[in-house]
């Protein structure tokens, strides 16, 4: 089986990483800091499985919570951000991609995935009760440290997509996902620009060039996808960038703020207390006492 896998340290974001190119999946163990993550889209269904930390999801502008032991679905390009509001949380993400699926299913791009834990209704509740048992059996693997996981993850990732084709799947037959996904084309060229270049200067006439639209129409339209403006969301994906690397980091302040494409310190300071409630020293300080606490569970309870 064709896959590849990295350790990285406790300290460091992931602690885990496997990709199988073959069967379009990926399988991460992440631990994730505290604070807001900018909004971006993925070419591969996400599905999302908190082991600690209190966090919550906003997809497509709605706003829900991520509850400990409780399976996400995200579907592939739909646009969303995070924000975990302790210090640490930590998930296992997995990701397959649109490409796999449809080698499964051709007309899978007529269906859309809807499993969110505040919307699984009583039918659905079986499958996603099982749904939540094998991200635990993945969980529990992984914590085994037992040979051959890579092999009885891959099997489970799969049992998990037949049982999401099979009982969260909404058929698209009016044609609204259609232009819904042209509207929503222009916020992607406009999130992929800005994740490539957010480091340098980047201007209102940069990405209305990029997407063929007018500063009032691209304003309006953004404004509308997103529920905020363009400039916003800019410092926004520059400020979580700064986030991730005053707890990974040791750099001084001035040297993230500058490398990740902010200038003026006072004007970065105030909007970086808005957006996380704290101060940036007061995060690195706050991710440094919190270093040694960050394990996984060792007996994870199921749902």
Not at 67 to 91: E, F, I, N
Not at 147 to 170: K, P
Not at 251 to 263: A, F, K, T, V
Request: glycine content about 6%; overall charge neutral; charged content about 25%.
């Amino acid at each position: 089986m064709a896959g590849r896998r990295t350790r990285k340290k406790r300290e460091e974001h992931v602690s885990f990483f496997y990709q199988n190119t073959q069967l379009g999946l990926s399988i991460r163990f992440t631990h994730v800091p505290g604070g807001y993550t900018s909004v971006h889209y993925h070419d591969s269904v996400e599905i999302v499985y908190p082991l600690n930390g209190d966090a919550s999801i906003q997809v497509e502008g709605k706003t829900y919570n991520l509850p400990k032991r409780q399976v996400t679905v995200v579907g592939a390009g739909k646009l969303h951000s995070t924000h975990t509001h302790d210090t640490w949380g930590m998930a296992l993400a997995i990701h397959v991609t649109k490409q796999a699926l449809v080698s499964i299913i051709p007309d899978i791009e007529s269906y859309h995935l809807n499993c969110i834990p505040d919307e699984v209704t009583t039918e659905q509740f079986p499958a996603y009760r099982e749904l939540c048992e094998i991200m635990e059996k993945i969980t529990r693997s992984y914590i085994s440290g037992k040979g051959a996981f890579e092999m009885e993850a891959c099997g489970l990732i799969l049992q998990a997509i037949a049982l999401l084709i099979q009982n969260f799947s909404v058929s698209d037959i009016s044609g609204t996902k259609t232009s819904a996904a042209a509207a929503s084309e222009p916020i992607r060229q406009t999130i992929r620009y800005v994740e490539e270049n957010f480091k340098e200067i980047i201007t209102l006439d940069d990405v209305c060039e990029l997407t063929g639209y007018g500063k009032e129409s691209f304003c309006r339209l953004f404004k509308r996808k997103m529920g905020m403006s363009f400039l916003k969301y800019l410092n926004e994906v520059r400020l979580t960038h700064c986030c991730h690397e005053l707890a990974a980091t040791d750099d001084p302040i001035s040297m993230i703020m500058e490398r990740n494409g902010i200038r003026g310190q006072k004007q970065f300071n105030a909007s970086f207390k808005a957006l996380y409630g704290m101060t940036p020293s007061e995060i690195r300080k706050q991710a440094y006492a919190s270093t040694n606490a960050k394990e996984m569970p060792e007996d994870p309870a199921v749902v």
